[in-house]
């Protein structure tokens, strides 16, 4: 059987490192087998490639649109607070009359 190209280059004393990165490579197990039966040693990790990642794929969709709710909720916050100061006073007044 013929050797794996990127462990006979692991074999000559160098490493093939990965430059993308995203949820589902690690989700599905890819990387664990590319580590292991193909002799990949390492990802590369900056800035560009996880917004290569997020941007490409819809595996990020759900945590992207929970963060945008939590920030919407800490917007409308003051303006709740308003409004129960003016419903309190409404109460208020009517147990006065």
């Avoid at 890819?30 to 040693?41: N, P, Q, S, T, W």
């Avoid at 819809?58 to 800490?74: F, P, R, V």
Wanted: aromatic letters at 6%; glycine letters at 6%; a positive charge.
């Amino acid at each position: 059987m013929e050797q794996n190209k990127i462990k006979a280059i692991k074999d000559c004393g160098q490493s093939i490192w990965l430059d993308f990165f995203d949820r589902q490579i690690m989700n599905t197990g890819k990387l664990k087998k590319l580590i292991e039966d193909d002799g990949i040693r390492g990802v590369t990790a900056n800035p560009s490639i996880f917004e290569k990642a997020i941007n490409s794929s819809s595996d990020y969709e759900k945590k992207e649109q929970k963060a945008e709710g939590a920030e919407k909720k800490q917007e409308q916050k003051p303006h709740q607070k308003k409004e129960k100061k003016r419903r309190r006073k409404k109460i208020r007044s009517a147990c006065i009359l």
